[in-house]
């Protein structure tokens, strides 16, 4: 009986002294901070005082910001044409822009608008920078354009120690944006129409030809036979879908490889196509006839050839003459009035906070360690 009590009192020992034990860190915690609660509030609460004035040295930046609508991505009149002539319709590209806003975004972004903006604002004096790509590298570090993802907008930002430059600087990028979208579409409107317009000029010089030619074999009984018209107009179609596949295969090889799925189909379209004129350019007998069918055949795919031409050439002056996109502002930049930043007050209460934190560490473990040496 006495060493079972014995037995008890032992484990009711043990199990205090493990409790005692686990209590004791955390008071012995409170206790050495005790001591020293007021000059940790003393100490965190001038650091912090220290840290809101030293954020008065900051220089302030501004934020201005200006808000425009994204423009539609619009299909351009050659692109609706090249649509209704089946086999040219692949000239036309792919289709329209999955975005159009990012398109834009990407276009404020680029190389030659922050160059534009650099030299109206003279931005390397302003941001000290010995080389372009440093003033580059500034200005889009103050600038962020961000496309809206339901409502259509496109948001320019723009910081600077100035407000009224900030303001300046995001309305220019809103006539950057305008001026660039009018250049390139004057640019590839142009393009078009020269090479349509040479294009034209050189098949209006076959196209004199190949009458010439079906002018001097005359009409035979046996060439009416033939059924010229009908043989060259798919002769003529034929060649036309070739031309229209070689073009469409050369815009395809400028972007992708030769073992992409639409290079490999594109070829194969076209060989076939090339079989189908090569069972057409057969000759069928040999007698003056087949001159006439030949040279027929000739003057139609000069003249189809030469209206595509004629009709692609007028909708690229069309295009030419028609102004860039249309740029709408819903909110045009203006001089902010408040500064964004430094926030002086969340500087301060943050650093109150961890000058808090690191005066707490330092001064309970030294007089933890004081307690610990002088037991």
């Known amino acids: 009986m006495s060493n079972s009590s014995s037995f008890d009192r032992s484990i009711s020992t043990d199990t205090q002294d493990g409790i005692d034990d686990d209590g004791i860190a955390l008071s012995e915690f409170a206790t050495a901070l005790r001591p020293h609660a007021g000059k940790i509030a003393a100490l965190s609460l001038a650091v912090g005082v220290i840290a809101y004035g030293i954020s008065h040295l900051i220089t302030p930046v501004f934020t201005a910001r200006a808000v425009i609508v994204s423009p539609q991505q619009q299909q351009n009149s050659a692109a609706a044409a090249l649509a209704s002539l089946g086999a040219l319709a692949g000239l036309a590209g792919g289709g329209a822009v999955k975005s159009p806003a990012d398109q834009y975004v ?3 972004q680029s190389v030659t608008v922050g160059n534009r903006v650099i030299d109206r604002f003279k931005l390397m004096d302003v941001y000290e920078a010995k080389f372009r790509m440093d003033a580059l590298r500034t200005l889009g570090d103050n600038v962020r354009i961000t496309p809206g993802k339901k409502d259509n907008l496109i948001a320019i930002e723009v ?3 100035d407000p009224a430059r900030a303001a300046q600087i995001a309305n ?3 006539d950057e944006l305008r001026w660039v979208t009018k ?3 004057l640019t590839e409107a142009q393009q078009r129409r020269v090479f349509f317009q040479s294009q034209m000029e050189e098949t209006k010089n076959a196209l004199q030809t190949a009458q010439l030619a079906v002018q001097k074999t005359g009409f035979t009984a046996g060439a009416l036979k033939s059924e ?5 107009e798919v002769y003529a ?4 879908e070739i031309a229209a596949a070689e073009v469409r295969l050369g815009a395809l090889r400028k972007t992708l490889t030769d073992s992409a799925p639409e290079i490999q189909q594109q070829t194969a379209a076209l060989a076939s196509l090339r079989v189908q004129l090569s069972q057409f350019e057969r000759p069928l007998e040999a007698n003056s006839n087949q001159d006439y069918v030949s040279a027929y055949r000739e003057f139609k795919y000069q003249e189809a050839l030469f209206e595509i031409f004629a009709k692609q050439f007028e909708l690229a002056k069309m295009d030419e003459a028609r102004d860039g996109t249309l740029i709408q502002v819903l909110d045009p930049a203006t001089p902010p009035e408040r500064k964004s930043k430094p926030r002086r007050a969340a500087i301060a209460v943050a650093s109150t906070v961890l000058a808090a934190l690191a005066f707490t560490v330092f001064f309970a473990a030294r007089e ?4 610990r040496v002088a037991a």
């Open 183 to 185: 250049n390139l579409a």
């Open 172 to 174: 220019a990028y809103v």
């Open 228 to 232: 010229p018209k009908a043989a060259a």
């Open 106 to 108: 990407s276009v404020m």
């Open 368 to 371: 933890l360690r004081r307690r």
């Open 237 to 240: 179609r034929t060649k036309a």
């Open 159 to 161: 910081d600077d120690t």
